[in-house]
Each structure stands twice: as C-alpha cells, then as structure tokens.
C-alpha cells in the first residue's frame, strides 16, 4: 500500500490542487469580466458562464478529494495530510 500512498501524496494531490487552483482562477476572471462589462449584456453573460464554469469546476475538485480520501479510507491506506 506503500505506493498507493506516494501516488496520492505525490501525483494525485499537486495535481487535484493545481486545477482547483485554474478553477478558482477561472471563476475569479469571470466576476472581473462581468464586473467590467456593466453595460454589456453580452459581455456580461460571457462572464456568468465563466462565473457557472469555475463554480462547478471548484465542486468537482473537492469531490475528486473527497473521494480519493474514501478510497484510501477503504483500503486503510495512512496519507498524511
């Protein structure tokens, strides 16, 4: 199981991170485009998108984590962290 917990520790986590991060980034650019874009209405919908886009790409982060830890709860893997 040894591996089963560097894999996580050292590919899954920086990784789960890293596109939490582009989510986050994401969401963050389409509050900026339609705070920008007050008297654009189309302007303003692309932003929403982006807005929608980010939130549900944040959701499935956490839930790819979560689920990575009840897989490793499962099979009694010891990650720290």
């Given at each position: 199981?040894?591996?089963?917990?560097?894999?996580?520790?050292?590919?899954?986590?920086?990784?789960?991170?890293?596109?939490?991060?582009?989510?986050?980034?994401?969401?963050?650019?389409?509050?900026f485009?339609?705070?920008?874009?007050?008297?654009?209405?189309?302007?303003?919908?692309?932003?929403?998108?982006?807005?929608?886009?980010?939130?549900?790409?944040?959701?499935?982060?956490?839930?790819?984590?979560?689920?990575?830890?009840l897989?490793?709860?499962?099979?009694?893997?010891?990650?720290?962290?």
């Amino acid at each position: 199981m040894d591996a089963l917990t560097k894999i996580k520790t050292e590919i899954l986590n920086p990784i789960i991170w890293l596109l939490f991060a582009l989510a986050v980034g994401y969401f963050l650019y389409g509050v900026f485009v339609f705070i920008q874009n007050q008297d654009n209405e189309e302007a303003q919908k692309t932003g929403k998108n982006h807005m929608l886009w980010g939130i549900l790409g944040i959701f499935f982060m956490i839930a790819v984590y979560g689920i990575l830890g009840l897989i490793a709860r499962t099979l009694e893997v010891q990650v720290p962290g």
